[in-house]
């Protein structure tokens, strides 16, 4: 039977790349899958330092994010990882199955160890995603182009189970979104992300239309006043055409072709308008759900409780596969 599995962490208000890698696909899912689940996963945000009274909050904002966009709690499962405690259960498991060499190249242990101090949780997270995903015997995981190592860890691993203690998961695939990996508007060498400290780096789908057009204003790009499609050379102007793409699904040649004459502080304009009229409704959703703060507890506790009934199924055979029972 198909599932579709997905999280995003609560480190903060989503943002651009969140949806467009991301969420987007994760409304458009809902339609052609019966069994959608979306975690919040919290454990996977403590993998780097957090202070609790606020991720307590981003938990809630998050919620109220998904939902913004368009996530139905009536077809999706919209639930927080850390209540349901097999998540933690089956990673220590397949902890057990996975080597240190296989984690140490993996690109965000990479970048984010450098960053911090890099605990062990940072180190084995791409193990505890493994765990969500496969406790669910997830078939299909929609992720952004930064998470496909991710997913192939995964898919090792599952295939590590079925080898160690008999065939049992599935192998789940990937289901790309058509968005490439959009960066930061301030550094276009390193990702959009929740936790960027600069402030103008990052467009969040909580942004008031001022904000947008601000941080699109001021995007880094180059002393060339034309638009062009060149990830490698003009990494700033291409993310740009990046979002128009993945905003408008018009392919990266014709929106140069469209873009011909115009110029660059002009273009950075007109793209930052196509974003405030898509985040416009989602902020104003966003907004009025912010105030119903029994409703947000209200979709999680019965997602948690749907999401406890699958997963401690699967765990449970999973302990009698291992040897616990
Ligand atoms: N820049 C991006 N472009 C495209 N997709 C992206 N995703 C994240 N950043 C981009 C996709 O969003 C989903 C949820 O991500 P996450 O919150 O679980 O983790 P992350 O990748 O670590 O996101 P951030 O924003 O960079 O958060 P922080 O700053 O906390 O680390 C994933 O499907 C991801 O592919």
Same mark, same amino acid.
């Given at each position: 039977e198909p599932r579709v599995f997905s999280g995003i962490q609560p480190t903060g208000a989503p943002h651009l790349g969140n949806y467009l890698g991301a969420l987007q696909s994760w409304v458009q899912l809902q339609n052609g899958y019966s069994s959608v689940l979306y975690s919040i996963v919290d454990l996977h945000s403590i993998t780097v330092p957090q202070d609790p009274e606020t991720l307590r909050q981003s938990i809630l904002n998050m919620t109220a994010c998904l939902l913004?966009?368009?996530?139905?709690?009536? !077809?999706?499962?919209?639930?927080?990882?850390?209540?349901?405690?097999? =998540?933690?259960?089956?990673?220590?498991?397949?902890?057990?199955?996975?080597?240190?060499?296989?984690?140490? =190249?993996?690109?965000?242990?990479?970048?984010?160890?450098?960053?911090?101090? /890099?605990?062990?949780?940072?180190?084995?997270?791409?193990?505890?995603?493994?765990?969500?995903?496969?406790?669910?015997?997830?078939? =299909? %995981?929609? %992720?952004? @182009? @930064?998470?496909?190592?991710?997913?192939?860890?995964?898919?090792?691993?599952? !295939?590590?189970?079925?080898?160690?203690?008999?065939?049992?998961?599935?192998?789940?695939?990937?289901?790309?979104?058509?968005?490439?990996?959009?960066?930061?508007?301030?550094?276009?060498?390193?990702?959009?992300?929740?936790?960027?400290?600069?402030?103008?780096?990052? %467009?969040?789908?909580?942004?008031?239309?001022? @904000?947008?057009?601000?941080?699109?204003?001021?995007?880094?790009?180059?002393?060339?006043?034309?638009?062009?499609?060149?990830?490698v050379l003009r990494p700033g102007v291409s993310n740009l055409v990046s979002i128009h793409s993945a905003m408008t699904g018009l /392919?990266?040649?014709?929106?140069?072709?469209?873009? !011909?004459g115009i110029e660059t502080a002009q273009y950075k304009l007109l793209v930052a308008e196509m974003v405030v009229e898509k985040l416009t409704p989602i902020r104003e959703e966003f907004q009025r759900l912010q105030g119903d703060v029994g409703y947000l507890k209200n979709v999680l506790n019965s997602g948690a409780q749907q999401a406890r009934e699958l997963a401690s199924s699967v765990y449970d055979d999973v302990c009698k596969m291992v040897g616990f029972r």
């Open positions: 913004a966009c368009g996530i139905n709690p009536d !077809r999706s499962c919209i639930f927080q990882q850390s209540q349901v405690a097999e =998540h933690a259960e089956l990673g220590w498991i397949l902890n057990c199955l996975t080597s240190m060499p296989r984690l140490m =190249h993996l690109p965000q242990w990479k970048i984010k160890s450098q960053k911090n101090e /890099g605990s062990v949780g940072l180190f084995t997270y791409p193990v505890l995603q493994a765990a969500d995903i496969l406790l669910y015997k997830s078939t =299909h %995981v929609p %992720v952004g @182009d @930064d998470q496909v190592q991710h997913l192939e860890l995964t898919q090792d691993t599952a !295939r590590k189970f079925n080898n160690t203690y008999g065939d049992f998961f599935p192998i789940p695939v990937a289901l790309m979104g058509t968005s490439k990996k959009i960066r930061s508007l301030r550094d276009p060498s390193v990702k959009m992300s929740k936790s960027d400290p600069q402030k103008l780096a990052t %467009v969040h789908l909580t942004d008031t239309p001022e @904000d947008i057009v601000l941080k699109f204003r001021k995007a880094v790009t180059d002393f060339t006043s034309e638009v062009t499609y060149d990830p /392919g990266t040649e014709d929106i140069v072709r469209q873009s !011909r």
